[in-house]
């Protein structure tokens, strides 16, 4: 079984299969008058500032195996649709899941070979991307019935989309990253790219960024944009 024992000092030891230890407590613990488990095993504890409970049966987190391996367990982005349900890129590919986290059956990406999906987004009008580093370059957009390749005539760089993200306006934003090592070849660097509608464009000031070699993209409260780069924050 399990025991507590709460000293005069304050402190208060804990003890499983004839091991004691001593538990480190938070400040609003310390003025510590009793201690009482619940029949589940939660603990409630009686202070001078009031009665805390520890809920020790309470289970935050679960384990989540997707079909397909360790491959598409290997997970490398998640986008929560407007749905509800969730897309989930992998070193398999990429596995859509409704709302109640079930296997959802859609089109596979069209693009030659396989490989991971190592970008998600969704745009204003509910379309799905995704990218990949070793897969494709460029993008390809789920409508609901299947997929479009974007790449340079469509207005994306050949380069891998690394990241996506939305803006408070509903803009797409397209964070890429060229295939050469960091910093071999800076002018090489895509940046990053806005869809706007339906239109797709390389962002006005790609040139003013330490680096186009883009790797994350945030809109603060005040509206301005921050970037993440090879060279550091712009």
Do not use: C
């Amino acid at each position: 079984g399990e025991a507590l024992i709460h000293f005069f000092s304050g402190n208060v030891a804990w003890g499983e299969a004839g091991k004691w230890d001593l538990l480190p407590l938070p400040d609003f613990l310390r003025s510590l008058n009793s201690l009482r488990f619940r029949k589940n095993g939660d603990l409630w504890v009686a202070t001078s500032d009031g009665l805390y409970l520890w809920r020790r049966s309470l289970n935050r987190w679960k384990t989540l195996l997707l079909p397909g391996g360790n491959d598409a367990n290997t997970i490398t982005e998640i986008l929560r649709g407007s749905d509800g349900g969730y897309w989930i890129g992998n070193s398999a590919g990429l596995t859509a899941l409704t709302s109640q986290l079930n296997v959802r059956q859609i089109p596979e990406i069209p693009a030659p070979g396989r490989g991971g999906i190592l970008s998600l987004g969704q745009d204003a009008k509910g379309r799905i991307w995704a990218g990949s580093s070793d897969w494709f370059q460029g993008a390809y957009r789920f409508d609901g019935n299947g997929w479009k390749r974007f790449g340079f005539r469509e207005g994306l760089p050949i380069a891998t989309i690394h990241r996506m993200a939305r803006d408070r306006k509903g803009r797409l934003w397209f964070l890429g990253i060229s295939t050469s090592m960091p910093g071999v070849a800076s002018s090489r660097e895509p940046g990053a790219y806005i869809l706007d509608g339906d239109e797709l464009r390389p962002f006005e000031d790609n040139d003013k960024l330490l680096d186009r070699r883009v790797y994350a993209f945030a809109e603060a409260s005040d509206g301005s944009y921050w970037f993440g780069s090879f060279d550091g924050v712009s």
